[in-house]
């Protein structure tokens, strides 16, 4: 029932997926940045981080 005078819980659950992809491409771009031994994965994690955090906004806004 509190949920009911809150508005629910989606909101919140998606915007913490937003604010995670933003950080785990961040942090995989910082690991790139310095050089890891595996750069190509650590790049990669960074861009597909990204397009889902595009793919999400594009969700959120009912693009999609």
């Known amino acids: 029932m509190a949920l009911a005078v809150i508005g629910g819980i ?3 659950v998606e915007g913490a997926s937003f604010v ?7 942090v995989n771009a ?3 940045h310095a ?3 595996q750069r190509w994965l650590s790049g990669a994690g ?3 981080s990204l397009l889902g ?3 999400l ?5 009912g693009l999609i």
């Open 10 to 12: 989606a909101q919140p």
């Open 20 to 26: 995670f992809l933003l950080v785990f491409a961040l």
């Open 30 to 32: 910082l690991a790139w």
């Open 35 to 37: 050089g890891v031994r």
């Open 46 to 48: 960074a861009l597909a």
């Open 53 to 55: 955090s595009v793919v």
């Open 57 to 61: 906004v594009a969700y959120i806004a």
